[in-house]
């Protein structure tokens, strides 16, 4: 079955410090792409960071990296010196075939809360 | 007016009321979503349009029906809803393609749906 598992309902940080927001994953599928999304108080979805799994090296996105371990399937978000406005719910996904396309399989979120 | 816009951005209505949810993107994508976000669960995918036509309707009741007119909107019909379909309701547009790979999603700011 195909799944995407986040194991931490919520997480706290200091600020300027260093934080990793677990991902695993489950595909059969060879060929497969892990996004990260970040979900303000106000709703909306934005994107951060996208893998694909045939990606040699780890994505980075300024603040943001992505920890890719393919035979550990697990796809870790490392948010390098936290700043308040990262407070946030963060989402992990992973994008499979599926007909003419794909779609996205998320997990359950985690909770991001940086103190000052 | 860019990127995905939804309205309205609050609905509260009654049990024997009818209601549309609005999507509109404005990206030149050939793919819509409609998701249910519910507290303390994962999105959950309900619809997908690829090129207009409907590829994925993962169980959902009949109360909530579809419609996709042409490839920048997209509706979300609601009638004879239940307390439990109070959530937030996110719709996505992305730019799909056959096969595996990077394929972001945009998101829209959601509607939150109360019923009574």
């Known amino acids: 079955a195909q799944k995407i598992t986040q194991t931490q309902p919520g997480m706290f940080v200091q600020e300027k410090e260093a934080v990793t927001l677990d991902c695993t994953y489950d595909t059969s599928d060879p060929s497969y792409g892990l996004f990260w999304y970040k979900q303000p108080s106000s709703g909306e979805m934005i994107f951060l960071i996208y893998?694909?799994?045939?990606?040699?090296q780890n994505a980075t996105e300024g603040r943001y990296s992505l920890n890719f371990q393919k035979a550990r399937k697990s796809a870790n978000l490392v948010i390098s010196a936290s700043q308040l406005g990262d407070s946030a719910m963060y989402f992990c996904a992973m994008r499979v075939v599926y007909n003419q396309g794909g779609k996205l399989i998320f997990g359950q979120g985690t909770e991001l809360s940086v103190k000052p | 007016e860019t990127g995905v816009t939804q309205t309205p951005r609050h609905l509260v209505m009654g049990m024997t009321n009818k209601k549309s949810l609005k999507c509109e993107q404005h990206?030149?994508?050939?793919?819509m979503y409609w998701y249910k976000q519910s507290a303390k669960k994962p999105l959950e995918l309900m619809f997908v349009?690829?090129?207009?036509?409907?590829?994925e309707n993962n169980s959902v009741p009949s109360r909530f029906s579809p419609e996709c007119p042409n490839s920048s909107h997209l509706f979300l019909h609601l009638h004879t809803l239940q307390p439990e379909d109070s959530a937030l309701y996110l719709c996505a547009s992305s730019q799909d393609r056959q096969g595996p790979g990077y394929n972001e999603q945009f998101f829209g700011p959601g509607t939150r749906l109360t019923v009574l």
């Open positions: 990206l030149g994508h050939n793919a």
């Open positions: 893998q694909g799994s045939y990606d040699q």
């Open positions: 349009y690829n090129f207009k036509e409907q590829t």
